[in-house]
């Protein structure tokens, strides 16, 4: 989970989701009461839970590092595959509106001649 989350582009996913919840919940005050109860909600499930589950996990501690070395190895991989998860959403947003204008502009040129 660590290392989806130091992806480049979740990483930046993530701000900007953070960004624009805090920024609504700040401007809408009934928004904010929601919230706020949402959130108190999630962490007393996330308390319960995480009680409950610790028996469990350290139960299956040797299976879970087997199956987080596999995932990361995977990512690994996929990263490589997949250069654009290195890049923040701005910059693949802004790569993608460059590569459409430029198709375009090409498409519209080989029309007009």
Request: glycine share 2%; proline share 4%.
């Given at each position: 989970?660590?290392?989806?989350?130091?992806?480049?582009?979740?990483?930046?996913?993530?701000?900007?989701?953070?960004?624009?919840?805090?920024?609504?919940?700040?401007?809408?005050?009934?928004?904010?009461?929601?919230c706020?109860?949402?959130?108190?909600?999630?962490?007393?499930v996330?308390?319960?839970?995480?009680?409950?589950?610790?028996?469990?996990?350290?139960?299956?501690?040797?299976?879970?590092?087997?199956?987080?070395?596999?995932?990361?190895?995977?990512?690994?991989?996929?990263?490589?595959?997949?250069?654009f998860?290195?890049?923040?959403?701005?910059?693949?947003?802004?790569?993608?509106?460059?590569?459409?204008?430029?198709?375009?502009?090409?498409?519209?040129?080989?029309?007009?001649?």
């Amino acid at each position: 989970v660590n290392q989806v989350a130091n992806l480049t582009l979740i990483s930046s996913a993530c701000d900007m989701a953070s960004t624009a919840y805090a920024s609504t919940k700040e401007s809408h005050r009934y928004v904010r009461s929601m919230c706020d109860a949402a959130e108190k909600g999630v962490k007393s499930v996330t308390e319960a839970t995480a009680s409950c589950v610790h028996p469990v996990l350290t139960t299956l501690e040797p299976h879970v590092a087997a199956a987080s070395e596999y995932a990361s190895k995977g990512l690994d991989k996929l990263g490589e595959k997949l250069p654009f998860l290195q890049k923040p959403v701005e910059q693949i947003i802004s790569d993608t509106k460059e590569l459409v204008s430029s198709r375009v502009a090409d498409a519209r040129d080989s029309v007009s001649s």
